[in-house]
């Protein structure tokens, strides 16, 4: 009996190997064969998750090109109501300037106006006195 248990290590020992060549051979095999099935996949989810990246940036771009055209149109329309405020704007100045020269003018008129009453008045008060000292004196006299 310790002759068989001295060549059992041995006997067992290639055979242990071949076994074990033959698992590493199996696997080797297997990934070989699933190796291009799983690149292809990867490669297919990776192309999937790229085109959804795309869509998601175009999406974007769409929103952001039609607010630019929205801002476009807004501009052209703040542009021509300012143009529109600016002419309104000199035409009232203009207007403004012309009312008042038309004022002070007649201010100018109304102040001489005043003055040559004034006058008048004045002149009219020294003839009403110069007319009642005339009359006192003619009964002063009489």
């Known amino acids: 009996m310790t002759r068989q248990s001295e060549y059992e290590p041995m006997i067992q020992e290639p055979t242990r190997k071949i076994a074990e060549s033959v698992m590493l051979l199996v696997v080797a095999r297997v990934s ?23 869509e ?38 203009a207007t403004a300037a012309t009312f008042q020269k038309d004022t002070l003018t007649r201010l100018d008129r109304l102040q001489d106006s005043i ?8 002149a009219l008060t020294a003839t009403m006195q110069a007319r009642e000292d005339y009359d006192r004196r003619q009964q002063l006299q009489r």
């Open 56 to 93: 998601t940036q175009e999406a974007s771009i769409k929103r952001v090109e039609q607010s630019a055209g929205n801002a476009t149109a807004q501009a052209l329309e703040v542009k021509d109501r300012l143009t529109v405020v600016e002419t309104k704007q000199a035409t009232d100045a």
């Open 115 to 122: 003055v040559s009453m004034s006058n008048a008045i004045a």
């Open 32 to 54: 070989m064969a699933l190796a291009l099935p799983v690149l292809g996949l990867v490669a297919m989810l990776g192309q999937q998750w790229i085109d959804a990246r795309f």
